[in-house]
């Protein structure tokens, strides 16, 4: 499966404002996650299980047929804050890209 930068940038721009304080598991119903955004389930699970892998995210992660997510990490809210701008995320999509599609 190739990865989606777009698709990672969508889930972190959208699991931001759902986080809560203090953070306690947030349960993602795949199929709905995924059928609001037009990607399959899998997808979706993939990308995310990339972004808890790469730090920028806390989980616990995949459970059942959903996944939980517990919070941005400190690297994942700079990364929002550094993608949040579309002039900004076409910048660093246009240098970054060929390695994170990888």
Aim: charged share 25%; proline share 9%; glycine share 6%.
């Amino acid at each position: 499966m190739r990865r989606d930068v777009d698709l990672l940038r969508y889930l972190m721009l959208a699991l931001e404002p759902i986080e809560r304080s203090p953070p306690e598991p947030i349960f993602l119903e795949l199929d709905h996650f995924a059928e609001r955004i037009g990607q399959a389930p899998e997808i979706i699970g993939a990308h995310l299980d990339l972004l808890l892998a790469q730090g920028f995210i806390d989980g616990p992660g995949p459970y059942q047929n959903a996944w939980l997510f517990r919070k941005l990490t400190p690297k994942g809210l700079a990364l929002a804050d550094n993608i949040r701008d579309a002039r900004n995320w076409d910048a660093i999509k246009r240098t970054y890209a060929p390695m994170l599609e990888s």
